[in-house]
């Protein structure tokens, strides 16, 4: 199973971009799915959840607000939308896919990870 994370790039602060994650095949059709990001010298954080069904999600403090996740599971993908871009927010954004039908911020619960796709915020 891969997992393919893409919209990355470069922006000034105060952008949008709304970030992609597709499987390669119909992995997410029941599992929750999640964002985590990993700042340069930083430990890998939770940023957002969402549960199979698209009815349940959770976000980090530090994006409340400003990012959203969504899903569309006919086209077995997963949007992180992040508007207010700041460069506290740059980072190498990976999505997950759970083992069960909701999202969490436990790192622990997702079985499969994307390679990630970088995100540079300027000031």
């Known amino acids: 199973v891969q997992l393919q994370a893409s919209g990355g790039g470069l922006v000034q602060a105060g952008a949008s971009l709304r970030l992609s994650c597709t499987a390669s095949?119909?992995?997410?059709?029941?599992?929750?799915v999640g964002w985590f990001r990993r700042a340069p010298g930083k430990e890998r954080e939770f940023v957002a959840a969402?549960?199979?069904?698209?009815?349940?999600?959770s976000y980090a403090d530090s994006v409340k607000g400003r990012f959203t996740i969504s899903r569309d599971n006919a086209k077995n993908t997963v949007y992180l939308q992040m508007n207010s871009l700041t460069p506290e927010d740059t980072a190498v954004y990976y999505c997950?896919?759970?083992?069960?039908?909701?999202?969490?911020?436990?790192?622990?619960?997702?079985?499969?990870w994307g390679q990630g796709t970088l995100v540079t915020v300027s000031s």
């Open positions: 997950a896919s759970a083992r069960g039908s909701i999202g969490s911020s436990d790192s622990s619960f997702y079985n499969y």
């Open positions: 969402i549960s199979w069904k698209g009815d349940l999600t």
């Open positions: 095949r119909r992995t997410f059709s029941n599992n929750g």
